[in-house]
C-alpha cells in the first residue's frame, strides 16, 4: 500500500500481489471500516483498467463507483 499526495484527502492506494482479489477487497474493506463512518462517505472511488478483478471492488465496496484510469482513458 502507498500513500499518495492528491487533489483529494486523505488518498489510500491499494496494491500488491495477492492470493486472489477477494483478499485484495477484504483488506481494501477492513480499512475503510476502521478508518472511516461509513454513513458520512458519499463515493469511494475504484480506477483502473476495467478487468474484472477491478470492478468486483464494486460488489465488495459500499457506495463504489468504478472510473477508468487515466492512462486507460488515453
Known amino acids: ?3 499518495k499526495c ?5 488518498v489510500r492506494y491499494f496494491g500488491g500481489i495477492y492470493k ?3 483478499d485484495l477487497w477484504l483488506e481494501v474493506c477492513d480499512y475503510i471500516y476502521e478508518q472511516y463512518n461509513i454513513d458520512s462517505i458519499e463515493t469511494i ?3 483502473g483498467d476495467g478487468a474484472s478483478w477491478i470492478k468486483q471492488g464494486l460488489h465488495w465496496i459500499p457506495k ?8 486507460h482513458l488515453q
Not at 492528491?6 to 486523505?10: A, I, Q, R, T, V
Request: hydrophobic fraction near 25%; glycine fraction near 0%; charged fraction near 30%.
Open 1 to 3: 500500500m502507498v500513500d
Open 20 to 22: 486472489n482479489s477477494e
Open 6 to 10: 492528491s487533489e483529494n484527502k486523505n
Open 45 to 47: 472511488y475504484i480506477s
Open 64 to 71: 463504489s463507483k468504478f472510473v477508468l484510469d487515466e492512462y
